[in-house]
């Protein structure tokens, strides 16, 4: 009985949770390619977990650890909040809307470059 239940005390309940199981090649293709880096400016304790957490949950579905950027380019996730990317609002996003809590995900041209904003 002991043997049986071994593997489900292996993962801790993160793991449980947020298991980021390596994808097929031809998702990891897709992935990679809205993926290559991560832009996040911001310094708060929420910032840096969504960033730490999203660069975990990519390197484990694809492989590969997305570059740490400056500033968007081809292919990168950008997080941010107005106040910690000014240029946030000069994007076709609206905003106003979203209260305090609230957020959007879009995938658009920033500069010439397709960046996934969130």
Request: charged share 20%.
């Amino acid at each position: 009985l002991l043997l049986l239940s071994a593997p489900a005390m292996a993962e801790d309940g993160y793991a449980l949770w947020l298991r980021y199981q390596k994808l097929d090649q031809p998702s990891i293709s897709a992935v990679s390619g809205h993926a290559r880096a991560i832009v996040a400016p911001g310094q708060s304790a929420m910032a840096v977990a969504a960033r730490d957490e999203l660069t975990r949950g990519i390197t484990g579905m694809t492989g590969q650890a997305p570059a740490k950027a400056e500033a968007p380019t081809d292919g990168a996730i950008w997080i941010a909040t107005p106040s910690e990317a000014p240029a946030l609002a000069k994007l076709p996003l609206n905003l106003s809307k979203l209260g305090d809590e609230g957020y959007v995900i879009r995938t658009l041209q920033v500069d010439g470059k397709r960046v996934t904003v969130i």
